[in-house]
């Protein structure tokens, strides 16, 4: 008796593991991407286009939605110069770091980094504190950030 029950639960068992093997080709018009050839995703053409929509978009935009952190700001009448020389002194000091220098009427701004996240920017500016403790946390249009594909080395 335990023979056969034995058998028929392998039997079911082997049954749901070869469904889980095959694989389904996107209809003619679906535009699917395949993906390592083994899996078929199927999609609507119109997902292309709104895609290629907000790539477009984003092009003219300049860049995207960030956080950078502000470690300098001055409205005095030297506030130009040292706005430069807080600059000067941060590419020294963390070189891997971008550093940009706005004027926002009437503020000369130094804010640094391209974080697109905000636990991003907390991680930046854990590293600088001992030398910006006064930094604090903004969000700002960011570059787009260098992406690194299997292919690049």
Known sequence: MKLPIVGIIFLLFHLSVSAQEMTYKPAATSGGATILNR?????????????????EMNKKKGGTDGFRLEI???????????AMKVRTDFLRIFPDVPAYMSFQSPN??????????KSEALRLKEKIKKNYPNAFIVPDLIQFPKLYTADSN
Not at 72 to 82: C, I
């Open 108 to 117: 000369f701004k130094i804010r640094i980094g391209d974080c697109r996240t």
């Open 72 to 82: 300098f700001f001055s409205s005095g009448t030297s506030a130009r110069q040292e």
């Open 39 to 55: 899996i078929d995703v199927q999609q609507d053409s119109r997902i292309d286009t709104l895609l290629n929509n907000h790539i």
